[in-house]
């Protein structure tokens, strides 16, 4: 199908992130709703094709857990890609709207999202690389889905926004940038932290100390003379740079508008030093053990989400009769 911007008429904004922004639009030939993402980029035209041919695989993705894919197109100087709409939105979105949300629907997420994660490493070896809430689709059939999936390693390096990869969710061994230890199992701790947020109903690390004992602790350690030179590891989506700058003065932005040194150590600091966040004591004994799994801060000690899908919480939510249609109606 020939997708181009001619056809397709604009019938809400959906969002915006660090890459780009995403509107509800209506594809006229065919009556088609569909979610448009716009991104824009800064490559060569030889390396826009490269994307185009990578995006391709997003067309062979058929599975009830990763977005549908109508096709993507170039609009210089953005990259467009065309998929299914999800009328629900996403699950950033909705704990911010109904709250902390409940075993039952967390449970379903937990399901759906290591379904997804199986499906795009067993049938197409890709890692998903983006897990967090506001990848994470919801529809009134009370479909859960995954999107914004890792499938063009060109288009990662490509986007025009120096804010790329994603900062908080991260894993242990991929904000450290060692990267023999970068695995499936970096996507599993994204699903703990997206998990755990979900069952809050807010991000689970708590604020740096506002005292500075910690951070002349971080000066002594051998990582706080580390220059960042890892990118992808290094590098905080503006989004959550914005939100903890306004939660914490302390956090200072370069002139290229990266966080300042300290505060990347910080949150480094966090995420590799702290105990890991856990589900809430009202959670059932098996979602708390599923999450420890996902929050292991060692990879090895982790499970591949194929492996979690045999999990005692995931049978429960699987012979669970929860109506997750009329949860969505509720809302
Ligand atoms: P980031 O850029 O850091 O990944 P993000 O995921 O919020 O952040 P986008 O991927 O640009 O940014 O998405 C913006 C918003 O658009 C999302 O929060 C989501 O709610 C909405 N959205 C994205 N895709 C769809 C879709 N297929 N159907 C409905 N809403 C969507
Ligand atoms: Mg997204």
């Known amino acids: 199908k020939d997708l181009k911007n001619a056809d397709l008429k604009k019938l809400a904004d959906l969002g915006q992130g660090n890459g780009g922004s995403v509107e509800k639009v209506e594809h006229l030939p065919t009556g088609t709703i569909m979610a448009k993402k716009s991104v824009l980029i800064d490559a060569k035209s030889a390396v826009r094709k490269q994307i185009l041919r990578e995006l391709d695989i997003m067309h062979e993705c058929q599975s009830d857990f990763i977005i549908s894919c109508f096709g ?3 609009a210089e100087p953005n990259i467009c890609i065309c998929m299914e709409f999800m009328d629900k939105g996403s699950f950033d979105g909705i704990y911010k709207q109904v709250g902390p949300l409940d075993a039952e629907v967390v449970g379903l997420v937990a399901l759906s999202v290591l379904e997804g994660l199986t499906y ?7 890692m998903h690389r983006d897990i967090k809430p506001s990848n994470i689709l919801f529809n009134s059939e009370g479909q859960i889905k995954l999107c914004d999936f890792g499938v063009s ?20 061994e991929r904000i450290q940038g060692s990267g023999s230890g970068y695995s499936v199992k970096s996507d599993v701790w994204s699903l703990g932290i997206s998990l755990v947020e979900l069952a809050l109903g807010s991000f689970p ?72 966040p856990r589900m809430p004591e009202r ?12 929050l292991f801060k060692d990879p090895e000690q982790r499970q591949t989400p194929k492996s979690l899908l045999d999990h005692s919480w ?18």
Not at 283 to 294: M, N, S, T
């Open 205 to 276: 690390f708590t604020d740096p100390p506002d005292d500075d004992d910690d951070l002349s602790d971080l000066e002594d350690s051998p990582d706080a003379t580390r220059t960042p030179t890892h990118r992808d590891s290094f590098i905080l989506t503006q989004k959550t740079a914005k939100r903890q700058s306004r939660r914490k003065s302390k956090l200072a932005f370069n002139p290229d508008g990266q966080l300042s040194t300290m505060s990347i150590f910080e949150l480094i600091h966090q995420i590799v030093q702290e105990p890991s």
């Open 72 to 74: 993507s197109f170039l």
């Open 153 to 172: 390693g060109e288009l990662i390096n490509s986007v025009a926004n120096t804010f790329v990869g994603t900062s908080v969710y991260m894993s242990p």
């Open 120 to 126: 795009l490493y067993d049938e197409h070896r890709i």
């Open 314 to 331: 995931i049978t429960l939510v699987r012979e669970s009769d929860f109506d997750i249609r009329a949860w969505a109606s509720s809302f």
């Open 283 to 294: 959670f059932p004994q098996e979602a708390v053990d599923l999450v420890d799994i996902c």
